[in-house]
């Protein structure tokens, strides 16, 4: 039997990335409905069109409450239960303290922590016991790269919230983790707006401090997320994953 049998599962932010490597591991691991969301409705559609039947897109923003609400609705309506959401919507951009703004504090905090929050929340009364919660967070959090100081704030938000989480639905019996990849070569790098020699540097970088010498991949991180949400995780919850360069460790 497959890690996922019959499981119907959320991924915010699967357009592509580890959300999307994570919706194909789900679908491989057996889950019968994965309902993905992204704000590219035409690039998101392509992509559930590429995973078959059992991926569902739903377009929409975490930022707004209303989106969220309307992915929930589609889930009950179809199915009536969520057994696994895995929060990874989210971004990331660099800036210096001296040249921090308004926009660039809330948009990340907008995105990376109330979209977490907005997810989490309204799945809860789809969750039965034994549900799981896998919140998208990063090695950031715990480190201090010069220029990442706001996107490194939401990151151990997140961190926090995997420990606050678990207590605060214990009784419940749902459980929640947080996966913390290292740096993960996915198409948002080249969509940051970053110069391509910033960002092989940062590779580079990322590279002579990782124990295998290499960056991670995003199949590596949904074969994690992938556990989390397995009824195999069960002992497991307000716990954080590590995934760097092809080394998990909690």
């Known amino acids: 039997m497959s890690k996922l049998e019959d499981k119907t599962a959320v991924i915010t932010g699967?357009?592509?990335?580890?959300?999307?490597?994570?919706?194909?591991?789900?679908?491989?691991?057996?889950?019968?409905r994965v309902f993905i969301t992204g704000r590219r409705k035409a690039e998101l559609e392509k992509v559930a069109a590429s995973l078959g039947k059992a991926a569902v897109p739903v377009p929409g923003d975490v930022t707004n409450p209303t989106d969220v609400d309307r992915l929930y609705e589609r889930v009950k309506a179809e199915v009536g239960h969520v057994d696994a959401v895995f929060a990874n919507a989210g971004f990331a951009a660099p800036a210096p303290l001296?040249?921090?703004?308004?926009?660039?504090?809330d948009s990340l905090f907008n995105t990376n922590v109330k979209g977490v929050i907005w997810t989490v929340q309204k799945a809860l009364p789809l969750m039965q016991s034994g549900g799981s919660i896998i919140l998208s967070s990063s090695i950031v959090g715990t480190k201090g790269f010069a220029n990442w100081s706001i996107y490194s704030a939401t990151k151990a938000a997140i961190r926090s919230f995997a420990r606050t989480w678990a207590s605060d639905l214990k009784t419940k019996n749902?459980?929640?983790?947080?996966?913390s990849p290292g740096v993960i070569e996915t198409p948002a790098w080249s969509e940051s707006g970053l110069p391509k020699e910033q960002v092989h540097g940062f590779f580079d970088f990322a590279t002579s401090i990782t124990?295998?010498?290499?960056i991670g991949t995003?199949?590596?991180?949904?074969?994690?997320?992938?556990?989390?949400?397995?009824?195999?995780?069960?002992?497991?919850?307000?716990?954080?994953?590590?995934?760097?360069?092809?080394?998990?460790?909690v």
Not at 98 to 103: K, N, S, Y
Not at 211 to 214: F, G
Request: net charge negative.
């Open 174 to 179: 749902i459980r929640v983790n947080a996966v």
């Open 98 to 105: 001296e040249g921090l703004t308004a926009e660039h504090v």
């Open 218 to 249: 995003d199949e590596e991180v949904a074969k994690v997320v992938a556990f989390l949400a397995s009824d195999e995780s069960s002992f497991m919850s307000g716990s954080e994953v590590f995934v760097d360069g092809g080394l998990a460790q």
């Open 14 to 32: 699967a357009n592509s990335g580890i959300g999307l490597a994570t919706a194909r591991k789900f679908i491989e691991e057996g889950a019968a």
């Open 211 to 214: 124990p295998l010498s290499r």
